[in-house]
């Protein structure tokens, strides 16, 4: 597992306030739900992105089939998809989202050269972490 800073993931976590959270889940039993849940509650704006479930709401927030399809910026693009399935997602967000800061890659999510591609564009890339388990570790 990457090592980062507590105080880069705790800078991260104060400074977003935009999340699309790539492949989100309506199963309550998810973690894509539950993280999404959660962060909602922290007072995160988080847009789930799950093209089956497009125009459904979740979090208080119309589910949308693509990150193309959002309106208006993004702070952070959370991915809940296979390692082998990251490519695709990180150039859809750095071709959506010119003033993205941070990809952040859920537990077991990794690939390293999607996330140098991030990187070279000056985005913090973080890799097999949850925002949830590290907010509440955090910040409380």
């Given amino acids: 597992m990457p090592e980062y800073a507590d105080a880069l993931l705790k800078e991260i976590l104060r400074q977003t306030r935009t999340i699309a959270l790539v492949g989100a889940s309506a199963n309550p039993d998810k973690p894509s739900f539950r993280v ?40 952070m693009v959370d991915i809940f998809r296979r390692s082998e399935a990251v490519p695709p997602v990180v150039d859809e967000a750095l071709a959506a989202f010119p003033d993205l800061k941070v990809i952040w890659m859920q537990l077991g999510v990794e690939n390293a050269e999607a996330a140098a591609k991030a990187e070279d564009r000056g985005i913090t890339v973080i890799q097999n972490h949850c925002p949830k388990i590290e907010y509440s570790r955090l910040i409380g």
């Fill in 36 to 75: 999404g849940q959660f962060l909602t509650e922290k007072g995160y704006k988080v847009i789930p992105i799950n093209p089956g479930l497009a125009g459904q709401t979740l979090w208080g927030q119309e589910v949308v089939a693509s990150l193309a399809d959002i309106e208006g910026p993004v702070d």
